[in-house]
């Protein structure tokens, strides 16, 4: 299996047409790979990102954050992508997701500080 990027001029040059569903497919996978701090609006026409303050990555505000898309209006849950469900909790592992935060959290912090790196 080839791990290589296809560079993005090589997209435009032979599939001009397909740019814009690579650029969308290569946010999204952006924006997977960090769900601790980035969630994109779940309005199907949209791809507004979220991003959360990485001192909001604390397990005391995974309860109760909330956004509204400045593109659509669409408010929803920045946990989980659901409408708003204030003093609910999310419909997802929250074990799991709060596990998930603070491992980002951390490798945020030792990329910050230079620790682990080798």
Not at 40 to 64: F, G, H, M, N, Q
Not at 75 to 93: L, R, S, V, Y
């Amino acid at each position: 299996d080839c791990q290589n990027d296809i560079p993005d001029s090589f997209l435009t040059t032979v599939t001009p047409d397909l740019k814009p569903k690579y650029d969308k497919q290569k946010l999204h996978s952006f924006v997977a790979a960090k769900p601790a701090r980035l969630r994109i609006c779940p309005s199907p026409e949209c791809d507004w990102v979220a991003i959360r303050p990485p001192e909001r990555t604390d397990t005391k505000y995974l309860w109760v954050v909330h956004v509204s898309c400045p593109n659509c209006q669409t408010t929803f849950c920045m946990n989980c992508g659901k409408p708003p469900h204030q003093g609910e909790a999310c419909d997802i592992d929250q074990e799991n997701h709060h596990q998930e935060i603070m491992e980002q959290s951390n490798a945020q912090s030792r990329g910050a500080t230079g620790e682990g790196e080798v």
